[in-house]
């Protein structure tokens, strides 16, 4: 990928963030997702709280918690949270009936539960992130230790083929203390009915397949946005 390429990107990641966070409204909760996208959601808000907006953050990982802290965003713990007004987060592919492949970086468990407490799930992402059908991004499973041999055999009686996330050639370990499989079940024609045979399987805690949970998707495109709410 050569400079310009990442540059474009960057750039609609930026406009779509800059649009996202115009539908914050002072004194709500506020979801803040992770990852290379919600980065500059995040950026975004900080500068409205420092212009005066009143908000209280709620993040989806570690790394987005202590973001936030460093740019004088204050925090709730989630497990301290009823309701969500919004939540600005990103996704690693979507489709234009609001379905998505999230987890990419590793916080899908803590996104998944932010986006089901969130009145209004904002999706922010560039084009390239837009597809016909879901499926060209693995699935993540973020799976205990311990079921690691058991799901993995179940992934492959649904059709997928699972590999462990590795980092440094060791297992990626998430937040929760958790592996992760990165699941490819190649296109994926019914996103609702896998998510449901997933949520069945012992051992898995969350899986990037977000059905039913976004209100909206704000897709940067050059320096415009197309806006998908799934009419």
């Known amino acids: 990928m050569d400079k310009q390429s990442i540059d474009i990107k960057d750039l609609e990641k930026q406009v779509a963030a800059r649009e996202a966070v ?21 950026q975004e808000i900080a500068l409205m709280v420092e212009n005066g907006l009143k908000i209280k953050g709620v993040p989806t990982s570690e ?10 965003i204050e925090l709730l713990p989630m497990s301290e949270v009823n309701v969500i007004d919004i939540t600005i987060d990103g996704a690693d592919e979507f489709d234009a009936h609001l379905n998505l492949i999230k987890g990419g970086g590793g916080a899908l468990f803590r996104e998944k ?3 089901s407490l ?20 693995k699935v993540p499973v973020e799976v205990v230790h311990l079921a690691l041999n058991y799901v993995l055999g179940q992934l492959s009686k649904l059709g997928g083929k699972g590999e462990v996330r590795l980092r440094n050639d060791t297992p990626f370990i ?22 449901e045979k ?12 977000f059905v039913n949970l976004t209100s909206k998707i704000i897709m940067g495109k ?8 799934g009419n």
Do not use: R
């Open 118 to 137: 969130t009145k209004n799930e904002i999706i922010i992402a560039d084009s390239g992130k837009f597809v016909s059908q879901l499926g060209k991004f």
């Open 198 to 209: 997933l949520n069945q399987i012992e051992g898995v805690l969350a899986h990037g397949l």
């Open 113 to 115: 539960i932010v986006a």
């Open 222 to 229: 050059g320096t415009d946005t197309i806006i998908y709410d």
């Open 22 to 42: 115009k539908l914050i409204k002072n004194n709500d909760v506020v979801g803040l997702g992770t990852g290379s996208t919600a980065f500059f959601a995040i």
């Open 63 to 72: 790394h987005t918690a202590a973001l936030a802290t460093s740019l004088g």
């Open 174 to 195: 998430t937040d929760n203390g958790n592996i992760i499989v990165d699941t490819d079940f190649g296109l994926i024609s019914d996103p609702a009915g896998l998510s």
